[in-house]
């Protein structure tokens, strides 16, 4: 059944051709990402959206690693998550990359300083516990040198991280760009951390069945944009 979908959406974009008219495009679409990107991504490919495709009926889903061998039978169109590479069975575009970092508050007893080992393990750390496995490694790395960090808050929202982040002087470890976006949200800053430190990947994904529709490409590609203006490093990717 997969593959039949999946030949009668070709079939389908062959006839619809040029004819795709996003002002006239009612979807609907459904993608899924974090919960970072629902609060300060998705209401930028909202705006446009009512700009561009004001018809379109749009629908957002959390992501979970879960969630990906079950994209054959989801009614998930598009989503974005961090990985090492493509899955294999998945189309994509890159979004960029970057690396973790030690993100504080502005006034936190480390800030503008060298954070030692000593120090990193020595104060409570946040940690998100949702949109993916970005800081385990931290832990790994730890363990290693025989140390060891105390997660004092878990909790799957970043708004409820970043706030409680400011007003404690508990640390977190997140990626790179997310921590230089948040700064103008936040009261906060970041730095290197005292460890080896992994490459992130993000990507924007979907299943093969999208691949040559002609609105599902129209919308990756305003969507693969306002994500990648997000970043402030990025690698170029193509569709």
């Not at 020595?122 to 105390?150: N, P």
């Not at 706030?163 to 990626?175: A, G």
């Not at 730095?191 to 691949?211: A, G």
């Amino acid at each position: 059944m997969p593959r039949l979908a999946e030949l009668l959406c070709g079939c389908e974009a062959l006839l619809v051709g040029d004819a795709f008219s996003p002002s006239h495009w009612k979807g609907p679409m459904v993608m899924a990402s974090s919960d970072y990107v629902a609060q300060y991504i998705f209401p930028d490919i909202v705006a446009l959206m009512e700009s561009e495709a004001p018809c379109l009926a749009l629908q957002y889903r959390l992501w979970s690693p879960e969630l990906l061998p079950q994209l054959a039978d989801s009614d998930i169109q598009l989503f974005s998550t961090m990985l090492p590479a493509i899955p294999d069975g998945v189309c994509g575009a890159a979004i960029g990359r970057d690396s973790p970092v030690c993100v504080m508050r502005q006034d936190h007893p480390l800030a503008g300083r060298t954070v030692s080992l000593e120090d990193f393990v020595a104060y409570g750390h946040i940690r998100v516990s949702a949109g993916g496995d970005k800081d385990s490694f931290v832990d790994r790395e730890l363990q290693a040198l025989g140390m060891a960090r105390r997660i004092q808050v878990s909790v799957p929202f970043f708004n409820a991280a970043f706030q409680s982040l400011c007003r404690t002087d508990m640390l977190m470890v997140l990626p790179e760009h997310i921590a230089r976006n948040m700064a103008s949200f936040f009261p906060i800053t970041h730095t290197s951390l005292p460890l080896p430190v992994p490459e992130h990947r993000y990507w924007l994904l979907w299943h093969p069945r999208f691949d040559i529709d002609p609105a599902h490409s129209w919308f990756r590609q305003q969507v693969l944009s306002v994500m990648r203006q997000s970043m402030y490093s990025i690698q170029p990717a193509c569709i």
